[in-house]
């Protein structure tokens, strides 16, 4: 088998789907399932559409070319606004786009309208999060403008929280979001199809039965169908699994060595040393060095096994604690992981995704169904 290497569970990736699916469908709210953080595997997306979801949505062109050339039909909607640069590319591959320039609608509407197509519209509204959209008083009259358009449809609005400044969508912020859809409708006299409400941190809220969901209808969700997890806070959600890839790497040294460097300390390749050992640590410590390195994972997102201590990456060096055992040489060693550390495996040229639809033989995985909060 090729190393380092990311095993992709298809089977748990798809309970994980159809599971959330069923929960949200009974709240009148329909998935887009997000690919962005595999690299847009064309697996993934296949699994993610047998378990239910209505769409794809993906961040990159060139994962959404990806996902074309492996024949996924589905409709794909591009959750980042496309460049002005890639406009046409973006009208050919994609049926919606998330959107918050005019500048970009206009070019969207130009190249759709010679290529012979009409290109969605979803308009982004700014609620607080500081990353992408419209301010709130604005979103009428650019809605009022896309109408105007020969090129596009207006498919609805959405909006975006917890990922640039980690606001927690809530009951406040998203009747905001309804009520700009009422006012978008009552004023230009249309019915908005989609209201995308947000990602996966939004479940907390949206399967809370307590909450009035209003208007909204759509959620993009990628990590929690992908790991199982609330992003809020990284807990597992009741009934996910949150083993669906593990990352195998391969042990090429382990060494009885000083828990502590020695000599004058300047700055790594990477800034500052972590000063590995702690007081109280033992002087010596099994060392185990990994075939991976930060063009691979980030190792504040790896699990490793029960008793193995990450202490540190630089490119493509991992280093470990590995516990009492000194682990051998060509040992394959899994690990499990957060988004940050499955993002750059899945982009990472070096490391080779594998897919199963089942258990198989591997014993990385701890294999229960969660407890969780959600
Ligand atoms: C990445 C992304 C998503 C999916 O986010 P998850 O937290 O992985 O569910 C949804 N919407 C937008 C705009 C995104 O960029």
Avoid at 7 to 34: K, S, T
Wanted: aromatic content about 2%.
């Amino acid at each position: 088998m090729t190393m380092p290497r990311l095993e992709i569970r298809l089977d748990l990736i798809a309970h994980n789907a159809r599971v959330l699916v069923d929960r949200l469908a009974a709240r009148g709210i329909v998935v887009c399932g997000v690919t962005k953080a595999t690299g847009g595997s064309s697996e993934v997306a296949a699994a993610m559409l047998a378990a239910g979801v209505a769409s794809i949505g993906e961040s990159r062109l060139e994962n959404v070319e990806a996902l074309r050339r492996q024949d996924v039909t589905a409709e794909v909607m591009l959750v980042r606004s496309p460049a002005p640069s890639q406009v046409a590319r973006a009208v050919r591959q994609v049926d919606l786009s998330l959107n918050s320039e005019m500048a970009v609608i206009d070019a969207l509407s130009l190249e759709a309208f010679r290529q012979g197509r009409r290109h969605g519209v979803v308009l982004m509204v700014e609620l607080g999060d500081l990353r992408e959209g419209l301010m709130p008083d604005d979103v009428a009259r650019a809605a009022e403008r896309v109408l105007t358009l020969p090129g596009v449809k207006l498919r609805g609005l959405g909006t975006n929280l917890a990922c640039q400044s980690g606001v927690v969508p809530d009951a406040a912020n998203m009747q905001e979001l309804t009520n700009l859809v009422i006012t978008v409708e009552e004023r230009l006299g249309v019915a908005l199809d989609i209201v995308s409400g947000g990602n996966s941190a939004n479940l907390g809220w949206a399967l809370d039965e307590r909450n009035d969901l209003g208007r909204i209808n759509h959620l993009r969700l990628g990590e929690a169908i992908l790991l199982g997890v609330d992003p809020l806070d990284r807990s597992p959600i009741h009934g996910l699994r949150t083993d669906a890839f593990a990352l195998v790497g391969e042990v090429i040294e382990s060494k009885r060595k000083p828990a502590v460097a020695w000599g004058t300390l300047g700055q790594t390749a990477f800034g500052p040393p972590s000063i590995g050992g702690t007081s109280g640590a033992p002087a010596m410590m099994n060392r185990v060095i990994i075939a991976l390195g930060r063009q691979d994972i980030e190792p504040a997102g790896l699990v490793p096994p029960v008793g193995v201590t990450v202490l540190g990456a630089s490119s493509d060096h991992l280093v470990l604690d590995s516990g009492p055992e000194l682990l051998p040489v060509g040992a394959e060693i899994g690990f499990g992981v957060h988004y940050a550390a499955l993002l750059r495996a899945s982009t990472s040229p070096s490391v080779e995704s594998t897919y199963r639809w089942s258990e198989g033989s591997d014993g990385a995985r701890a294999g229960a169904v969660n407890g969780g909060t959600i």
